[in-house]
């Protein structure tokens, strides 16, 4: 990417439609409602042969810096800080404002490059507010209309002279891309690098302190956040260096129970934050101390097992707790008891407001994420499988006896192992679980989800399958007629 464009204006005026326009997918929550927009969402942006990161920014709004809508702006002006090029959006059918006026004179003094941009310009209705746009002393405006895809040609007229001044840069600054990696390498996991980091979600229900446990991993309030819950609402992405272990970490909206999700705002926001565990590696489920393993907190962290990723559980506002040995003691049999499909995950007890117990969450990350990049090498696995059948053989369901003949290991992220046997649709569900057991407990892969396939072995006899040769068939496959 050889630039970045910050997408500023009002409210409303269509900022998040022009960005998913321009990264050509609906990653920016869109509704006609103003101030859908919370926090700082970065995407790949095409226009033409440009490519470069475009940033969905907050409305600007006259408000107190001690307000939801002050600290948005906070962002927006760190925004405009960062990027190297602004897009200043006005609503042509509405005109230029005073709020426009105000904040076109904040822009001049900040903002390196400005490009003025007159929206919803399709149709006569717009031509005045076009006109008015040249009052801002921004230049010549650009006439869009980001719904409909029109005056994007202006605006790649626009940016390809100013390209062309961060083409240098970004040459020295491209990270490596496009490296090919062998997911079922025997040698061990794919290191996370700069180019590759590692994918880590930040899950739980609303104001679990998601967006607070962020900022204090970061050193700086980059995500909006305060005492109202569920401030964030798209599921933001940042690329960060934790302690020299390159991450991209997915702030998610708070999930709540479906039946009290009723705006269709939340429900937007909500399946954003299903899609990020999805693209995520390492899920972290963030438990609210007070009040741990609601209905909805057991959810996410089957929803992220089912999805087959690596699952850290973290406890957050621990230095609240006042009775921490019984509560952790607490913590630990609800968790063995609710969620055993997550038997020996990590539990990591830690303060997002005051830092304490980042570094044990770090670790429990990096840990998580190898034993879901594991290998066992098929010897290794079936020598293990030998002792298990003779410690406890597999049952003999209606007289039948389950012969189980070899075991391998099929694929990893997550690990996933493949057992030849005979009637494997007659095996117990209970006799599986007793194999994933041993698995996780032998080879040290607590926590992560297994998945254990029973498979029968095709009959090596190739005379079995095939119709028996008759003289009828013989006589009809040479063309001759059939005898009376």
Known sequence: ?????????????????????????????????????????EGAARLGDLRFTVIDTA????????????????????????????????????????????????????????????NKGEGSAADAGVIEAYALGLGEPIRLSAEHGEGLNDLYSHLMPLSDAFAERAKSEAPD??????????????????????????????????????????????????????????????????????MRVFDTAGMRKKARVQEKLEKLSVGDGLRAVKFAEVVIVLLDADIPFEQQDLRIADLAEREGRAVVVAVNKWDLEQEKQAKLRDLRESFERLLPQLRGAPLVTVSAKTGKGLDRLREAVEKAYDVWNRRITTA?????????????????????RIKMRYMTQAKTRPPGFV??????????????????????????????????????????????????????????????????
């Open 1 to 41: 990417m050889s630039f970045s464009l910050a997408i500023v204006g009002r409210p409303n005026v269509g900022k998040s439609t022009l960005f998913n326009r321009l990264v050509g997918k609906r990653l920016a929550l869109v509704d006609d409602q103003p101030g859908v927009t919370r926090d700082l969402r």
């Open 59 to 118: 409305g600007l709004e006259e408000a107190t810096d001690e307000s939801l809508q002050g600290r948005m702006r906070k962002l927006t002006e760190r925004a405009v800080d960062m990027a190297d090029i602004c897009l200043f959006m006005i609503d042509a059918r509405a005109g230029v404002t005073p709020t426009d006026e105000i904040f076109a004179e904040i822009l001049r003094k900040r903002a390196k490059h400005v490009i003025l941009a007159a």
């Open 177 to 246: 891309v496009d490296v090919a990696i062998d997911e079922d390498d025997p040698e061990g996991p794919r290191v996370p690098t700069k180019s590759r980091p590692l994918q880590v979600a930040v899950v739980g229900r609303p104001n679990a302190g998601k967006s607070t446990l962020i900022n204090k991993i970061l050193g700086e309030d980059r995500l909006l956040t305060g005492p109202e819950p569920g401030i964030t609402r798209d599921a933001i992405s940042l690329q960060i260096d934790w302690d020299g272990l390159p």
């Open 380 to 400: 290794h696995l079936n020598r293990w499988l030998t002792g298990m059948l003779e410690a406890h053989p597999p049952p003999a369901p209606g007289g039948r």
């Open 419 to 484: 057992v030849m046997c005979s009637h494997p649709d007659k095996l117990p569900e209970s006799y599986s679980r007793y194999l994933v057991n041993g698995l996780r407990v032998d080879f040290d892969m607590p926590g992560t989800p297994i998945r254990l396939y029973m498979r029968s072995q095709a009959d090596k006899n190739p005379y079995k399958a095939k119709k028996k040769t008759t003289p009828s068939r013989l006589r009809k496959h040479l063309g001759k007629p059939p005898r009376d």
